[in-house]
């Protein structure tokens, strides 16, 4: 962390909340600092220069002082405002699931971690610019569980340790992994898995972004795999997750 008095972040802000008559508090993923807080001052004020570049979602360069319990944001300067994402609800609730999960997974003053910042960045990108955003958030759940040390095991069975052969087998949220049908039988609270999902999960946890969009998996798999991958979220984090609730909402 960082201990200078002042010091200048690159950072995307999470979310903000409202504090005092016209200051808002400020989750931020900095690349050098990862998840901090910081109060910025007179936000709220129609006159305030800083309010548009520290909207949810903008990468902004800011200059942070430290202050009693918080950092206090002296300077914001927008590098990428990621406007499409504030005008269409889709892309706005995808994006709000890219940061809860990031948040849900991060500590605050835990330190650097400039691959997540990264990926954070250039998932907010992909969804900004891709009419359908499944394939850039399925590629960010894969990247970001390996990069908070919870990466799935995919191909060998998570209770036995065999090589998983070409065919349906089951998904332990528990184990971390996939579950091979010869153990499947004694081992409760298993999620199916089919094949093919498998094949595009496994595709996704070793790939590149570029390899990954080659991908063109039927509804079925889409349904089942996004599924699956809540489902194990919502194990790890011991919790729901907001997002995926308010997509629903505005797809029905």
Known sequence: MTDFRSFRA??????????????????LYAREQGLIRAVAKGARKITSRKAGHLQPFTHATLQLAKGRDLFIVTQAETVNAFLPLHDDLVKTGNAAYAAELLLRFSYENEGANPALFRLLVETLERVEKEDDAWLPIRYYE????????????????????????????????????????RCGGGIPNLAPISLETLKYLRHFQRSSYREASRARPSPEVRKEAEALMQGYFAYLLERQLNAPDFLKEIKR
Not at 10 to 27: F, P, Y
């Open 10 to 27: 690159s950072a995307v802000v999470l979310r903000h909340t409202n504090w005092g008559e016209a200051d808002r508090i400020l989750t």
């Open 142 to 181: 894969m990247r970001l569980l390996d990069a908070v040390g919870f990466r799935p095991q995919l191909f060998e069975c998570a209770n036995c340790g065999r090589e998983i052969l070409p065919e349906d087998q089951y998904f332990s949220f528990t184990a971390g992994g996939v579950i091979c049908p």
